[in-house]
């Protein structure tokens, strides 16, 4: 039988969402290989508050619930950034490591995965 449920009912709506961004962020703040893009976040409180709020309407909006994500495109918001593939593999592993601390089942992982995936050629190297 196929599941029906949404990708943003399985990561548990908002409350789910602002979660897992959560923890992402907490472990890409200690991250040795990207918490130095990470950590001066700490510094300005207002850009913090701003890029964790993108980052659960992009989750939200991009996994369909009713958030609308009204930040930068990815290329434009990681442009100058040079992001390395293994920087990205890092921000991946920390996503997943999110998910599997929110008891996540392992379809739904997957599918963040393949969208994680999907974003890389927008996000790398610009």
Do not use: C, W
Not at 40 to 60: C, Y
Not at 85 to 103: F, T, V
């Amino acid at each position: 039988m196929e599941n029906n449920t949404s990708l943003y009912e399985r990561l548990g709506g908002i409350k789910g969402i602002e979660a897992i961004a959560d923890d992402i962020v907490e472990l890409h703040m200690i991250n040795p290989h990207i918490k130095a893009r990470f950590l001066p976040l700490k510094d300005n409180p207002q850009h913090f508050s701003e890029v964790r709020k993108h980052l659960i309407h992009f989750l939200a909006a991009g996994s369909g619930g009713p958030e609308a994500y009204t930040g930068k495109d990815m290329t434009t918001a990681h442009k100058g950034m040079n992001i390395s593939n293994g920087e990205y593999m890092d921000a991946i592993d920390d996503i997943m490591k999110a998910l599997n601390k929110n008891n996540i089942d392992e379809q739904t992982q997957k599918d963040v995965l393949y969208i994680a995936y999907s974003l890389k050629a927008s996000m790398l190297h610009v």
